[in-house]
């Protein structure tokens, strides 16, 4: 199984990215807090990997952190979540987030989540909630990066999609200047990008 990765970015896309060691492409599935931390083309980058067997295929899930990957693994212990959900739930909200929903009950929130219906938001309070609180603080969480600020590195990951400066600098200000504020990184990546969608 593969564990750990270290290598050269060839290709990076919100969701994935291809990581090249030594001559070999690993395709790898990844939340948007990480993507969010993952460089540029030609960068390097270490991801903590969880492996995914199926009878059809393998699949890489990558982790700039140890705690998404643990949350990961947990997420997958709730009948009906399986690996592509789990990546799912954990790109549509803040991890700090999400561990307090769990904790303290609150389906309403975790319900907002897409993918995540009142049933199973409801077995994952009643699945988690014990081993969240024992087994997570608030402070470990914050060792992953999520604090105040980061406004360069949300700009930096609007660049890396392909947008120009000055727009990707004007959308991350102006959701860092919220007053829902402040921000972790992959939100303020996650509310510029929906500013910036085309409307339909």
Do not use: C, N
């Not at 970015?9 to 060691?21: A, C, F, L, Y």
């Not at 807090?33 to 890489?60: K, M, N, Q």
């Not at 899930?61 to 212990?77: D, K, N, R, T, V």
């Not at 699945?127 to 604090?147: I, Q, T």
């Amino acid at each position: 199984m593969i564990a750990a990765l270290t290598g050269k970015v060839i290709r990076s896309v919100p969701g994935e990215v291809v990581v090249d060691v030594g001559g070999v492409g690993y395709r790898v599935h990844t939340s948007l807090a990480t993507f969010s931390r993952i460089p540029g083309l030609g960068g390097e980058v270490s991801l903590r990997i969880s492996t995914v067997v199926r009878e059809d295929e393998i699949s890489l899930y990558g982790f700039a952190a140890e705690e998404e990957e643990w949350f990961f693994a947990l997420l997958q212990g709730v009948s009906g979540v399986g690996p592509k959900l789990a990546l799912k739930i954990l790109s549509g909200i803040e991890l700090v987030r999400l561990r307090e929903g769990i904790s303290s009950g609150d389906t309403k929130l975790l319900t907002t989540i897409s993918g995540v219906g009142k049933k199973m938001a409801e077995r994952m309070v009643v699945e988690l909630r014990d081993k969240v609180g024992a087994e997570m603080s608030a402070s470990s969480l914050s060792a992953m990066g999520h604090s105040v600020g980061g406004v360069s590195e949300a700009v930096d990951a609007l660049l890396s999609l392909g947008y120009q400066q000055k727009v990707a600098r004007q959308a991350v200000e102006t959701v860092a200047a919220s007053d829902d504020g402040p921000f972790a990184v992959e939100e303020m990546v996650r509310r510029a990008l929906k500013a910036l969608a085309p409307k339909r």
